[in-house]
């Protein structure tokens, strides 16, 4: 939070990029792809997940790279989700309270995708040779 606010000057965003990377870690780590702590975290809506789980191998490009596994699991997680939008009738108003509020989201984003770098460096997968 302190590097993001000294990056920005904005208490909003960095406020944003922390709870980012929060969730990142606890909700929407790589390791989503198999049976893990995040996982579990899910509770009764980690069967979301199992599709993710059955067609992604542990530690492939699509969970465990940069930027690529961080826009993947949101764009799997969104589904579901624009689902459940749809169905009780907010897709609309959650599209333009996201578009009207872009840069939390994207300060939400960056902070998902540092807790991610963080998680394959913690791997050994992002300095591998
Ligand atoms: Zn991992």
Known sequence: MLVALALTHDNAI???????????????????????????????FRFIWIPYQKSIP???YLSHSPVIGTIGRLLYMGIPLSLLLGAIGMLNEAAILAFSHWQIILAAVVGIEISCILHLAADGILFRR
């Open 58 to 60: 542990h530690r492939h």
């Open 14 to 44: 960095a406020l944003c990029t922390s709870v980012g990377n929060l969730i990142g870690g606890l909700y929407l780590s790589p390791d989503l792809d198999i049976p893990s702590r995040p996982w579990y975290r899910w509770w009764i």
